[in-house]
């Protein structure tokens, strides 16, 4: 469908022989544009002003709240570097005192019963060995009467008071109270 002058119906979509409409944001008229500029002058002052002002103080809020969230990071970094150190402490004390408290419990009387080895890495040494040396070094130890005796030797009589730790008082009694008093076969 062609129109006077040569327009076809591409000028309904903007374009018009080939060439675009130039749209603009603004006003078109460069009248209207000063019209515009002129109503923003025209502004009583005190608007102004309080824009003005309400402006600065969003810049300082904002300035405010960029410098505390870095010391809040530099201080949230700085506590888990702490926290990890100490964490990290706490292992290495943790594992010295377990460290310890393993070798005092295998130099006490028959800690080969209880399965510790010393010469676990001795080329000739097997496993079987061991647990045939302990069982004869069982054998020949037991007399009839001690074997609670023994058993109390690996237990812990000590009552610790933690809310984290099971109940274990009657269990103790029960082990004393045999120890004291072997049960007759």
């Known amino acids: 469908m ?3 002058g040569g327009e076809t119906a591409d000028a309904v979509d903007g374009v018009m022989n080939g060439e675009y409409y130039q749209e603009s944001n603004g006003p078109t008229d460069s009248y209207a544009a000063i019209s515009q500029v002129d109503r923003l002058q025209s502004e009583p002052e005190s608007i102004r ?7 600065e103080r969003l810049e300082a809020l904002d300035a ?8 809040w ?5 700085k506590e888990l570097e702490e926290w990890y150190a100490r964490q990290d402490e706490q292992l290495q004390k943790t594992k010295a005192n377990n460290r310890v408290a393993d070798e005092a419990f295998y130099k006490q009387p028959f800690a080969d019963v209880i399965g510790y080895v010393t010469n676990i890495n001795h080329p000739c040494y097997s496993l079987e060995q061991a647990a045939e040396e302990a069982f004869v070094n069982d054998i020949d130890e ?11 030797r690996l237990c812990d009589f000590n009552p610790k008071s933690s809310k984290q730790a099971k109940d274990v008082s009657r269990m103790r009694s029960v082990l004393i109270s045999l120890k004291q008093a072997p049960l007759v076969h």
């Open 2 to 4: 062609a129109k006077e």
């Open 49 to 55: 002003k309080w824009r003005e002002e309400q402006t």
């Open 64 to 71: 405010n709240s960029r410098k505390q969230e870095a010391e």
């Open 73 to 77: 990071k530099e201080k949230a970094i």
């Open 142 to 152: 037991s007399s009839p009467g001690t074997e609670w005796e023994r058993v109390a």
